[in-house]
């Protein structure tokens, strides 16, 4: 799952020069369970990101499974590491008129590339391949979505939960979280903890771009109005959830300041058993089974919310280019990477993120694997993924932004005033379409 935490460190929207569409879809078949591909030799160049060195070997793996039932198809697997480059060249391969039959892109530049009419339509693809209904997800097939059409098939997510240190609940006599807890259970929780002693914390999520688009969410809030054509970064309903975030550390204290956190990781708190709550993403997981001592016994629960439920959804999906001389072949690549059986278990082994099907007899060893109890939380999170906003200047948002709420979180400026600052630069600088 190292990819996701790579997508929420950073994101690259590049303006793109892309081509008109392409020709049109076929009826074709899928990963071979209706429809079958050709017979004759086919060459396929596949651009992707996510393996990454960490998982090079794994992709490779997978690509060996994928020759062997389909000997006829030929895949050049064009990986790059996850970065300005690997964009640069996507978009100027495809500004070119030399796209890859298909490319992996990440949600948040799911829009941008889609919108210049460069991804194939799939959902016949879909059909032919029996796809659409019951193999993938509600969740990550409506990511995949663009005006009621599918544009890419789900290869991997993450999800944001909450991880909960027993131990501490315990000492403190209070019951463990449920996914029916809202922002006050936890503040009160958390109170009561940090009561058990100097350096003890209630929760943890840093106060920046990316936590509050998904808080906001749960407060019935937004940074763009219904029709896309306002920011809304000082509504009523940002401003109170602007203010829960900074009440955390100043009023409740329930969660540390820079000053208390002595440059310490939330991964460090949380293992020396002096974070009960923090919310992060399903990645780290690995890092904990190796890092938390043998006592520290741990478990994860879905998010609180406020007035609704919200849940951070990191995915990175693959589309197939307008331009493929064979659409149908490629389809059936992706969706073989994303659901075969066999594919699906070196992904649970190797820990890259997660598969996207929704059978759970799939993912069984997955959710058995413990610490921390109640991996089901992850799936079930499914169930209230927001996804960021789809913008081109995507980076210039999450920039200014982040300054204004830091300087909340630091106190030199109040809640309202980092809003209506974001807002009046937000206005400014962004081009909404």
């Known amino acids: 799952m190292k990819q996701s935490r790579t997508v929420v460190v950073g994101i690259v929207l590049v303006t793109m020069l892309l081509l008109a569409a392409g020709p049109s879809a076929v009826f074709a078949g899928g990963a071979g369970e209706r429809a079958a591909v050709s017979t004759g030799p086919v060459e396929l160049v596949y651009n992707n990101f996510s393996a990454g060195e960490t998982n090079a070997k794994v992709l490779n793996d997978m690509l060996d499974l994928f020759r062997q039932k389909y000997p006829n198809i030929k895949v050049t697997n064009d990986a790059m590491g996850y970065g300005d480059a690997y964009w640069t060249q996507l978009t100027t391969r495809i500004a070119g ?16 590339y889609v919108t210049r009419d460069v991804m194939l339509p799939l959902d016949e693809y879909y059909a032919a391949a029996g796809a659409k209904s019951g193999i993938y997800s509600k969740a990550v097939l409506d990511a995949c979505t663009y005006q009621g059409k599918l544009y890419a098939v789900p290869q991997s997510f993450s999800t944001v939960v909450m991880i909960y240190n027993k131990n501490l609940f315990d000492r403190a006599g209070i019951a463990y979280p449920t996914e029916n807890w809202k922002w006050a259970d936890a503040v009160a929780a958390g109170q009561k903890i940090t009561a058990l002693g100097e350096d003890i914390w209630g929760t943890f999520n ?3 771009f990316w936590e509050f688009y998904k808080v906001v969410q749960q407060n019935g809030g937004s940074l763009l109005s219904a029709d896309r054509k306002h920011f809304t970064i000082n509504s009523p309903q940002n401003l109170e959830t602007l203010q829960y975030m900074v009440d955390r550390i100043r009023k409740y204290k329930v969660m540390p300041d820079k000053v ?3 440059d310490r990781t939330e991964s460090d708190l949380f293992v020396e058993g ?3 709550m923090w919310l992060n993403g399903v990645w780290s997981f690995s890092e904990l089974q190796k890092r938390a001592p043998a006592d520290l016994r741990w478990g994860a629960e879905v998010e ?11 995915a990175n999906v693959a589309a197939v280019s307008r331009t493929a001389k064979h659409p149908k072949e490629a389809f059936t690549l992706l969706h073989f990477l994303a659901s075969d059986p066999q594919v699906v278990a070196l992904r649970l082994k190797a820990q890259w993120e997660l598969p996207t099907v929704s059978d759970p007899k799939l993912v069984e060893t997955y959710i058995n694997a413990t610490p921390p109890d109640n991996k089901k939380s992850v799936f079930r999170s499914l169930e209230y993924v927001v996804r960021p906003p789809a913008l081109k200047q995507f980076n210039e948002l999450a920039n200014l932004v982040t300054t204004k709420l830091e300087a909340a979180r630091d106190g030199t400026l109040s809640p309202k005033e980092a809003l209506d600052q974001a807002q009046a ?4 600088t962004i081009k909404l379409e």
Do not use: C, W
């Open 274 to 276: 002096r974070l009960a």
């Open 304 to 314: 609180p919310g406020n007035t609704a439920k919200a849940t951070h959804f990191f």
């Open 260 to 262: 208390a956190q002595a």
């Open 425 to 428: 630069e937000a206005e400014r």
């Open 97 to 112: 008129g030399n796209a890859p039959d298909a490319f992996e892109v990440n949600m948040e530049n799911f829009i941008p």
């Open 206 to 208: 840093p106060i920046q």
